[in-house]
Each structure stands twice: as structure tokens, then as C-alpha cells.
């Protein structure tokens, strides 16, 4: 599995970005897929996740001003953030869960000024 993601960038704090994030090659068998950021000096925090059963997750911080979808056609998964703060600037990562392994895209890096 592939995974290109795009749309980060360069913010002031209370503005909107949304990441995209496209899945190639062998894709059967995603068991959930979705984003994780990672900000200096910080481990990586789970942001969103879909998964193929069950509720979509949202970490504590991010509820009610991001959400996360699909678009099962374009094979792409989608991080829309609204009022965005100082502390969402971090590298986002977008994910796919499999049985045999988790892949991971190159990473995105989002910068909130306040």
C-alpha cells in the first residue's frame, strides 16, 4: 500500500485546512484507516481513525473541530480541521491498517500561528 498526502500548511490560529490523503496498490483487506500527528519533542498521537466496523474515533483534543471521512471510490481518506490552534501544528500522517502490517504516508506538516 501507497499513501500521498497533501493539504498541510501554513495557518493562523481559528482557520481551516483539509488533508487528503490517496491509497494505492493492494488495498483489500484495510481493517481502518485515518491520521495520526506527531509534534517536536511529542510521540505520536492516534488524531482520527475509520474503521471498516465499528464508530469512528476522535482524540479528546480535536472533537467537534475535525472531522474525518472516506471517499471509497477515490481510495482516499479525508482530515477536515476547523478552528485550528497553536498546539494542532505538528507533522500529520495518514494510515492504513491491515492484518499483516500498518503503512503509513510521508507526512504533512501543519503550522497554526497564534
Known amino acids: 500500500v501507497q499513501l500521498q498526502a497533501s493539504g498541510g500548511g501554513l495557518v493562523q490560529a481559528g482557520g481551516s485546512l483539509r488533508l487528503s490523503c490517496l491509497a494505492s496498490?493492494?488495498?483489500?483487506?484495510?481493517?481502518?484507516l485515518g491520521w495520526y500527528r506527531q509534534a517536536p519533542g511529542n510521540e505520536r498521537e492516534l488524531v482520527a481513525t475509520?474503521?471498516?466496523?465499528?464508530?469512528?474515533y476522535y482524540a479528546d483534543s480535536v472533537r467537534d473541530r475535525f472531522t474525518v471521512s472516506r471517499n471509497y471510490a477515490r481510495n482516499a481518506v479525508y482530515l477536515q480541521m476547523n478552528n485550528l490552534k497553536p498546539d494542532d501544528t505538528a507533522v500529520y500522517y495518514c494510515?492504513?491498517?491491515?492484518?499483516?502490517?500498518?503503512?503509513w504516508g510521508q507526512g504533512t506538516q501543519v503550522t497554526v500561528s497564534s
Open positions: 494510515y492504513v491498517e491491515k492484518a499483516d502490517k500498518d503503512y
Open positions: 496498490g493492494n488495498i483489500v483487506g484495510i481493517n481502518a
Open positions: 475509520i474503521p471498516i466496523h465499528g464508530s469512528t
